[in-house]
């Protein structure tokens, strides 16, 4: 099992920065992929960003330029830092890993982006 916990979610305003953590705990030994997934009202749950333990990073295009993923290994967490915050950005932000063959999701954090 792992857990996974994220913070840094928030009311923001266009333009602005805000970072995003997960930190997870239990079997973390065999994670071989974390990242954020997002889940806007109305809409499906979406890729943003996954990093894999080789260091191979995917971000889907809409946040490509702003978006930035990073792990601190010694802390078992995850950062997303998100720059140039678009209204479009405003959605539940899901912390996903995948240890062996199994998913495992956070709770979610919510950024708004105000106009």
């Known amino acids: 099992q792992v857990q996974l916990v994220e913070s840094g979610g928030g009311l923001v305003q266009t333009g602005e920065s805000l970072t995003l953590s997960c930190a997870a705990s239990?079997?973390?030994?065999?994670?071989?992929?974390m990242g954020w997934y997002r889940q806007a009202p109305g809409k499906q749950r979406e890729l943003v960003a996954t990093?894999?333990?080789?260091?191979?990073?995917n971000y889907v295009d809409s946040v490509k330029g702003r978006f930035t993923i990073s792990r601190d290994n010694a802390k078992n967490t995850v950062y997303l830092q998100m720059n140039s915050l678009k209204p479009e950005d405003t959605a539940v932000y899901y912390c996903w890993a995948v240890s062996g063959l199994t998913p495992y999701w956070g709770r979610g954090t919510q950024l708004t982006v105000s106009s």
């Open positions: 990093m894999s333990t080789g260091g191979t990073i």
């Open positions: 239990g079997n973390i030994f065999r994670i071989n992929f």
